[in-house]
């Protein structure tokens, strides 16, 4: 079992930054490929980062790419998603995610979800 709690949400001027993270409990958090997806009104859950096991492998949305980094700490069992140069079109809920794969972007891979944080970027 895994518990995924985020923080770092809020609020932010577009062009701004923000950065997201996911504290997971359990002691094989270094296991498990770790995402963040988002959903915005109306929308699906979509695909943002991921990071591999070792985080040797990072993905990302062709959306975020350049702008979004995903890191993970295996030590403290946390991984983090820095947003640079944030816009309008970022605004969602930001979930973090745990997978038993080695490294997968599928939504329907990950088992494990947090509550979510808001994350709104204003013009």
């Known amino acids: 079992q895994v518990q995924l709690v985020e923080s770092g949400g809020g609020l932010v001027q577009a062009g701004g930054s923000l950065r997201l993270s996911c504290a997971a409990s359990?002691?094989?958090?270094?296991?498990?490929?770790m995402g963040w997806f988002r959903q915005a009104p109306g929308k699906e859950r979509e695909f943002v980062a991921a990071a591999s096991w070792s985080a040797g492998n990072t993905y990302y949305a062709d959306s975020v790419q350049g702008r979004f980094t995903i890191s993970r700490d295996n030590a403290k069992n946390t991984v983090y998603l820095q947003m640079n140069s944030l816009k309008p079109e970022d605004t969602a809920v930001y979930y973090c995610?745990?997978?038993?794969?080695?490294?997968?972007?599928?939504?329907?891979?990950?088992?494990?979800w947090g509550q979510g944080t808001q994350v709104t970027v204003s013009s």
């Open positions: 359990g002691r094989t958090f270094s296991r498990y490929c």
């Open positions: 995610a745990a997978s038993r794969q080695i490294a997968t972007m599928k939504r329907d891979e990950y088992g494990y």
